[in-house]
């Protein structure tokens, strides 16, 4: 069974930062492009970040350019978003993805994981 299991998120005061981990399992995604979702209350699902095979390719929302930055670590099947100058916007659940099929379809999701930043 595939599972993407996202931790690291919390209550933080604005201008801080989080990182968040999402561990994969069930199947390696070293061959896949990963990605970060969130949702906020009332709104969709936005594209936030993803990562290409190598970890060379990334993208960003144009949101949290020069704030965020997502890395991985293909030997432990592990992809991170480090979220820096954190802004009340911020809040969200935050969820991972995993094997791109377009910008905003992957195959595999995570259960989400609360980042919540207050002013």
């Known amino acids: 069974q595939v599972q993407l299991v996202e931790s690291g998120g919390g209550l933080v005061q604005a201008g801080g930062s989080l990182r968040l981990s999402c561990a994969a399992s069930?199947?390696?995604?070293?061959?896949?492009?990963m990605a970060w979702f969130r949702q906020a209350p009332g709104k969709e699902r936005e594209f936030v970040a993803s990562?290409?095979?190598?970890?060379?390719?990334?993208n960003y929302a144009d949101s949290v350019k020069g704030r965020f930055t997502i890395s991985r670590d293909s030997a432990k099947n592990t992809v991170y978003l480090r979220m820096n100058s954190l802004r009340p916007e911020d809040t969200a659940v935050y969820y991972c993805?995993?094997?791109?099929?377009?910008?905003?379809?992957?195959?595999?999701w995570g259960q989400g994981t609360q980042v919540t930043v207050s002013s």
């Open positions: 993805a995993g094997l791109r099929i377009s910008r905003t379809t992957y195959n595999y």
């Open positions: 069930g199947r390696t995604f070293s061959t896949a492009t």
């Open positions: 990562i290409g095979v190598s970890g060379d390719s990334t």
